[in-house]
């Protein structure tokens, strides 16, 4: 059991998750936006919704998702600066799977002129491709609250059954082989060299961390870091 209790604000948290697909970014963001009282904003999950709604948005995202492929960056860097703009992210939020293109990592840095980019922790999560593959073929999701479990790691308590709401589980079609194969590729190309950009941009607040260990275990580090910079 993961403590991630809230914790009393002591300055903006400004969080950005880096990593491959299945490096558990989805899983600590979450756990560190709860610990420090901020919104995790999750650009995977806002076009899951999307396609959901069938809004105009939905319906362009859905095939290129279903194929593993990005979404375009206008688009993207759309929604997120609207939902930046947005009261509760004073405080700060946590960015999970934005920016994913160098186009992107431009764009936010000139949102809000600049502020939301100020006191930035970005958090780069490493885990080895086999346990990727591993992790993305077992994951089950819930289409109604987005909750997400792993049929080996992490078990639901009734199996294809979401312990938070009772919805059933499924497995998302970007999780199917040729799309992750796809995804993959597509961090190789256009997400990896973020790494480089953010390092070399304020080292200072680039942490790489090694993701394959127990959940508690990275999140327990990845708080530590974030809680340094406040
Ligand atoms: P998105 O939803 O962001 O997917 P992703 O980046 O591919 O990341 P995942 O959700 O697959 O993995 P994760 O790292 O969050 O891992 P998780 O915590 O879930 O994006 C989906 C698609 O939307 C993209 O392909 C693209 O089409 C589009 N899109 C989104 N943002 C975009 C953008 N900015 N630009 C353009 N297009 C965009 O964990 C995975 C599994 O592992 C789970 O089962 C979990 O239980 C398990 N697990 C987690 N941590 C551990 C651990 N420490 N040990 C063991 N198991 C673990």
């Known amino acids: 059991m993961v403590d991630a209790s809230p914790r009393a604000a002591a300055g903006p948290a400004r969080v950005i998750f880096l990593g491959p697909p299945g490096a558990g970014k989805g899983t600590q963001a979450g756990l560190v936006a709860r610990h420090f009282g ?28 279903e194929q593993g492929r990005l979404v375009p960056d206008p688009l993207l860097i759309g929604i997120v600066e609207d939902r930046l703009s947005q009261p509760d992210c004073g405080p700060g939020f946590v960015l999970d799977g934005f920016p994913r293109t160098l186009a992107q990592a431009e764009g936010f840095g000139t949102m809000a002129g600049g502020r939301h980019a100020g006191g930035l922790v970005v958090l780069n999560v490493e885990v080895p491709r086999e346990e990727l593959l591993r992790r993305l073929s077992g994951r089950r999701w819930c289409p109604d609250c987005q909750a997400t479990f792993h049929v080996h790691n992490d ?32 961090y190789d190309e256009r997400t990896a060299p973020l790494i480089g950009y953010y390092g070399q941009r304020d080292a200072q607040a680039f942490h790489t961390v090694d993701g394959h260990r127990p959940v508690e275990v990275v999140f327990g580090e990845l708080r530590g870091i974030v809680e340094s910079t406040r």
């Open 38 to 65: 901020v919104p995790k904003i999750s650009t995977g999950d806002m076009l899951r919704e999307a396609i959901a709604q069938k809004t105009p948005l939905g319906l362009q995202a859905g095939p290129l998702m």
């Open 155 to 186: 078990p639901p308590k009734q199996q294809g059954i979401c312990d938070r709401c009772g919805a059933s589980l499924i497995q998302r079609e970007d999780d199917k082989e040729t799309a992750v194969a796809r995804r993959l590729q597509e």
